[in-house]
């Protein structure tokens, strides 16, 4: 039962377009959104998050958009450039009754490619 | 500041053998977490430790064990390993609270054969 879902195996856009990730769930607990890049032998870096109280967040040339009631979010990168070309998780989480929450649940990834 | 250290990097096993994972996380950090990737799955997390203690686990089977040090070091073991446990594993480490960010290390990529 896949609680965060990527679609989208992969992408492809062009260098200085619009690239956007999209990304779904079906845990109404979740409350907390990140955006995660991975580059191949490295492990994922932290792009970008989202608190379930805002409906976007921008960082740069990053952009992260929640729709709660569709329980979706996506990741926008404008301009995209060629060293974006990477794999993107989206992850979430929810507050535990135990405490901090530590647990993040991964979507499945999706590669993009920025062609030059 | 020294990131998140992992080793070894690579492993070859064979099934039936066990191993044993290591992650060294950064400075302060006192939150360790382990996730396992594999092609297809993205992560799955396995367990959290904070203070020598597991406070989250996943739904993985009882041969994934593992343990933190007083000095927030932490090892992942792997007994009886079969075909499917071959994946990157890796390591993340953060700062204690609800919203803190994971920091990764490069992961071990474990095969075996």
């Given at each position: 039962d896949q609680q965060v879902k990527q679609n989208s195996p992969s992408l492809s856009v062009q260098e200085g377009r619009i690239s956007i990730l999209n990304c779904d769930y079906?845990?109404?607990?979740?409350d907390y959104f990140l955006w995660y890049k991975k580059y191949p032998a490295e492990g994922p870096t932290f792009l970008i998050s989202i608190s379930s109280i805002k409906d976007k967040n921008e960082d740069g040339r990053f952009t992260v958009f929640l729709n709660k009631s569709a329980k979706h979010l996506s990741l926008h990168i404008v301009?995209?450039?060629?060293?974006?070309s990477a794999v993107y998780f989206c992850a979430a989480s929810a507050i535990r009754s135990s405490g901090s929450a530590r647990q993040l649940t991964f979507g499945s990834g999706t590669q993009l490619t920025v062609l030059p | 500041k020294a990131g998140v250290t992992q080793t070894p990097r690579y492993l070859i096993k064979t099934r039936g053998q066990q191993v044993t994972l290591s992650c060294s996380p950064i400075s302060g950090h006192r939150s360790v977490s382990w996730y396992q990737q594999t092609p297809g799955q993205g992560l799955q997390f396995l367990f959290e430790y904070f203070s020598e203690t597991q406070r989250n686990k996943g739904?993985?089977?009882?041969?994934f064990s593992g343990r933190q040090f007083s000095n927030s070091r932490s090892e992942m073991n792997v007994s009886?390993?079969?075909?499917?446990?071959s994946a990157l594993y890796l390591c993340a480490s953060s700062l204690d609270g609800p919203n803190e960010k994971l920091f990764f290390g490069s992961g071990t990529q474990l095969s075996v054969l």
């Amino acid at each position: 039962d896949q609680q965060v879902k990527q679609n989208s195996p992969s992408l492809s856009v062009q260098e200085g377009r619009i690239s956007i990730l999209n990304c779904d769930y079906t845990n109404s607990m979740f409350d907390y959104f990140l955006w995660y890049k991975k580059y191949p032998a490295e492990g994922p870096t932290f792009l970008i998050s989202i608190s379930s109280i805002k409906d976007k967040n921008e960082d740069g040339r990053f952009t992260v958009f929640l729709n709660k009631s569709a329980k979706h979010l996506s990741l926008h990168i404008v301009p995209s450039q060629p060293g974006d070309s990477a794999v993107y998780f989206c992850a979430a989480s929810a507050i535990r009754s135990s405490g901090s929450a530590r647990q993040l649940t991964f979507g499945s990834g999706t590669q993009l490619t920025v062609l030059p | 500041k020294a990131g998140v250290t992992q080793t070894p990097r690579y492993l070859i096993k064979t099934r039936g053998q066990q191993v044993t994972l290591s992650c060294s996380p950064i400075s302060g950090h006192r939150s360790v977490s382990w996730y396992q990737q594999t092609p297809g799955q993205g992560l799955q997390f396995l367990f959290e430790y904070f203070s020598e203690t597991q406070r989250n686990k996943g739904n993985f089977p009882g041969r994934f064990s593992g343990r933190q040090f007083s000095n927030s070091r932490s090892e992942m073991n792997v007994s009886t390993l079969e075909l499917g446990d071959s994946a990157l594993y890796l390591c993340a480490s953060s700062l204690d609270g609800p919203n803190e960010k994971l920091f990764f290390g490069s992961g071990t990529q474990l095969s075996v054969l």
